[in-house]
């Protein structure tokens, strides 16, 4: 029984990883900068403590019945639990509305109706008619709280949700209270490129994936360091040696060269020539906003700091020998710094 429990562990862990690597690895811009302007307040915290059971509190969004509203060309398919004050969770790309880790759900509940749901054309939310975009999925976003009846709400973005929370904060300002942006960059010409080649290990096995042919278990290893980075890696000597991998297709099982694969290349077509960033734009943000990110992240750390230095009074944790795999690397101290946040400042009504 035990084992069971690992393998399905192992099997969430290594979807949850490999999932925002969808995305993130992909290079998002065509400009480079070596210089940071304006003040950040940085934060660096340095723990190997990754074990989430120690935090009380899980919830189980399986076990929460999902609900559907027409929002634009869409149903759109999303879960609220907790009390309080709305926080809204968007999701990295190809993740569904169950990507959040327990604890961290567990520990936003406590005091803030937590909604989750999934963007066009992932989970259970229709494709719609409208191109892939990260403003389409902005106002997407938007149109979802309208839906929802509610005025406004705490956003947090991770990783592609991250692009995607900075693009809402810019065109729908009157919809966000406070902004927590996690694994993320504004974009555009300003922003500094990641690696090409975790872009080019994840297409490889996508394509390989979606036309049946085999990819090995060092393959995916391959991309599970691309998310977790060297840093904690060497924290974690043994962790790619015992951690059961399953075969590639089980860890995507729908991708086909129809649906998930068609929209990995859109993803691709929209994230290059369709965003140009919203640099320019993130000294119109004046609420209160965080941003998280690990000092091995596959989007290099540096695009924190710009964020940082334009948004106004922007609050700057860096997790040391984090990658992009943050909250799921180190979900304790995820929920701990969101919880100082949340608790510390207040929204401007």
Request: net charge negative.
């Amino acid at each position: 029984m035990n084992n069971k429990r690992q393998i399905r562990k192992d099997h969430h862990f290594i979807v949850a990883v490999l999932s925002i690597l969808i995305f993130s690895s992909m290079t998002v811009v065509n400009g480079f900068t070596n210089t940071v302007n304006g003040q950040t307040n940085a934060t660096q915290t340095n723990s190997s403590d990754t074990n989430s059971t120690n935090v009380t509190g899980l919830v189980n969004t399986q076990d929460i019945p999902l609900q559907k509203v027409q929002v634009g060309d869409i149903d759109m398919a999303y879960k609220m639990f907790g009390k309080g004050d709305p926080i809204l969770l968007i999701s990295p790309a190809q993740a569904d509305m169950n990507y959040w880790e327990p604890s961290l759900r567990g520990t936003l509940s406590a005091n803030h109706t937590v909604i989750v749901f999934d963007n066009r054309g992932v989970g259970n939310t229709s494709t719609g008619i409208k191109p892939f975009s990260i403003q389409q999925f902005a106002n997407d976003t938007a149109g979802l709280l309208d839906a929802l009846k509610i005025q406004k709400a705490d956003v947090l973005g991770y990783s592609l949700g991250s692009f995607i929370a900075q693009q809402l904060a810019v065109t729908h300002p009157d919809k966000v209270n406070r902004l927590v942006l996690i694994a993320t960059t504004c974009g555009g010409e300003e922003s500094i490129p990641p690696s090409p080649e975790p872009q080019k290990r994840v297409i490889d096995v996508i394509n390989r994936i979606a036309n049946d042919t085999p990819v090995t278990s060092q393959e995916v290893k391959a991309l599970l360091s691309d998310g977790l980075g060297s840093g904690w890696l060497i924290l974690h000597p043994d962790f790619l040696e015992n951690i059961t991998i399953p075969d590639a297709k089980d860890l995507f099982p729908s991708i086909t060269p129809d649906n998930n694969l068609k929209q990995f290349k859109a993803a691709l077509d929209w994230e290059a020539s369709n965003w140009n960033g919203v640099c320019d734009e993130l000294r119109k943000i004046s609420i209160p906003t965080l941003i998280i990110t690990g000092t091995d992240d596959i989007i290099p750390t540096q695009n924190a700091l710009i964020i940082a230095g334009k948004i106004p009074g922007a609050w700057l944790v860096q997790i040391k020998d984090a990658g992009h795999a943050i909250p799921i690397q180190y979900p304790a101290e995820v929920a701990e710094i969101l919880n100082t946040f949340l608790s510390t400042t207040s929204p401007n009504n």
